[in-house]
């Protein structure tokens, strides 16, 4: 039943745009009447608050009116599918093959939106009462950094909410996670890397391609973006990797154990290592850069104008968009090209370990996921629970799914898709969460 709920919610193109005037409301009012047929009891007995533009804020009240909520995140919207990726199965199909439901949004995030409903659903059948309030907040554009999680936060301030924790998507069960080590990891996001995107210009006189000058706009530009490829930011290791470094070494090979076991006394021999071992773990050691967009001229005869280039920055907890922005001005050393910034976000700030409410999710992992090691780690792109440090200092980003390599590769590319079996230890890690939420 409940692998047909996502199902029917996967076929839904739910698409946010960046500009939210073109964004197509209709699937979004298809989803949420469609969710409200998929969940008869929770729409039943908990009381709905609409978030601009099209999300859903649910309230579950709870014995305990006095204790602080939890906050359980999704979101309803999805990436765009390109229509040259070659998919295997269709892509807002949400067939069943293999053992495994195939379509955008099944592992974002979709799944565990579905997962998370379904738990509830399961314990009001049951006539099931939390020990204290549950939001279960699912806001509409967080692929677009829009506005509906802002929204929920700011509604719940007005209304004096205080969680006690949130948990958001984020990390997942996942396999071959790092070198080495052959237990999956659990990983939870305790903290995530601020997002940014900076936007080089270079204008010109222009003119036609017969009689070009040297360093014409789209050569200049060409020449900073190789400077700041070529500058890579410091490494630095953050506190919750070095967590997770203590809590993987039992598991890593014998090599390793000793670089693992010491790394908060060799941080730089251990971010040498992990940038050694690829793109993956490399994104852990530092703030990372890439250019993403490229325009200039209309036509291929004309020089431009004005070339211009979006280089997407991804800021390691410890740097800020001011260090950013200083050290690509530095590294670019051309006055003739200017950048400008948008989309600035800091790092989100550090959520505790040796907590009770991370000591919840953990025993959870335990229970649901035997065989995984639970460890805090660094989120490296961008969810709306950032939002909600500005209301709550336990911030939690875990998606309770096993997912492989080739799975999580799949994630805004092609071929994603969610086990079932995975799925539903997905529903019921939710349901053991809820149901041990203490007063």
């Not at 209309?298 to 211009?308: C, E, K, R, W």
């Not at 709550?392 to 980003?397: A, F, G, K, S, T």
Request: some cysteine.
């Amino acid at each position: 039943m409940a692998v047909a709920k996502l199902q029917r919610l996967v076929r839904i193109r739910t698409v946010a745009q960046v500009d939210a005037q073109l964004t197509d409301p209709a699937p979004f009012e298809e989803f949420n009447q469609a969710f409200t047929e998929c969940f008869p009891l929770l729409t039943q007995h908990l009381t709905l608050t609409e978030i601009a533009p099209h999300g859903m804020l649910w309230h579950w009240q709870g014995k305990d009116r006095a204790a602080d909520p939890v906050v359980l995140m999704a979101h309803i919207d999805v990436v765009p599918v390109q229509e040259e990726d070659p998919w295997s199965h269709d892509a807002w199909g949400g067939e069943v093959i293999d053992g495994a439901v195939w379509g955008r949004g099944t592992l974002d995030d979709k799944g565990s939106l579905v997962a998370i409903a379904e738990a509830v659903e399961l314990l009001l059948a049951e006539g099931f009462v939390p020990a204290r309030d549950i939001y279960l907040s699912f806001s509409s554009d967080e692929e677009v950094s829009g506005t509906a999680a802002p929204n929920a936060v700011a509604h719940l301030k007005q209304q004096g909410v205080a969680p006690w924790f949130v948990l958001d998507e984020g990390g997942a069960v996942a396999a071959d996670a790092f070198p080495g080590v052959s237990a999956p990891l659990a990983v939870v996001g305790t903290t995530e890397k601020g997002t940014t995107t900076l936007e080089l210009t270079v204008k010109g006189r222009g003119g036609h391609a017969s009689m070009p000058r040297k360093m014409e706009p789209a050569a200049r530009l060409a020449r900073a973006i190789l400077r700041v490829d070529d500058s890579p930011f410091p490494t630095r290791i953050p506190d919750p990797t070095l967590e997770l470094f203590r809590r993987i070494t039992p598991h890593a090979p014998w090599a390793l154990k000793p670089l693992l076991a010491n790394a908060a006394k060799m941080r730089a021999v251990v971010a040498r290592a992990l940038q050694a071992a690829g793109p993956e773990t490399n994104a852990m050691t530092r703030t990372t850069a890439v250019t993403t967009t490229l325009r200039g001229a209309p036509a291929h005869n004309v020089i431009p104008t004005s070339a211009s280039a979006a280089v997407n920055i991804r800021i390691l907890v410890g740097d800020t968009v001011a260090s950013v922005l200083s050290h690509v001005t530095k590294a670019v050393n051309d006055d003739q090209v200017s950048i400008s910034v948008h989309d600035a976000n800091e790092p989100s700030p550090v959520s505790p370990v040796d907590d009770s409410a991370f000591r919840l999710l953990e025993q959870c992992v335990e229970q649901v996921f035997p065989d995984a090691v639970a460890t805090p780690y660094v989120v490296m792109g961008a969810t709306d629970a950032r939002h909600f440090h500005a209301i709550c200092p336990r911030v939690y980003r875990f998606t309770p799914f096993r997912m492989s390599k080739p799975q999580r590769a799949s994630l805004h590319s092609y071929d994603e898709h969610l086990g079932v079996e995975d799925f539903t230890a997905g529903i019921r890690w939710y349901r053991h969460l809820i149901e041990r939420i203490p007063s």
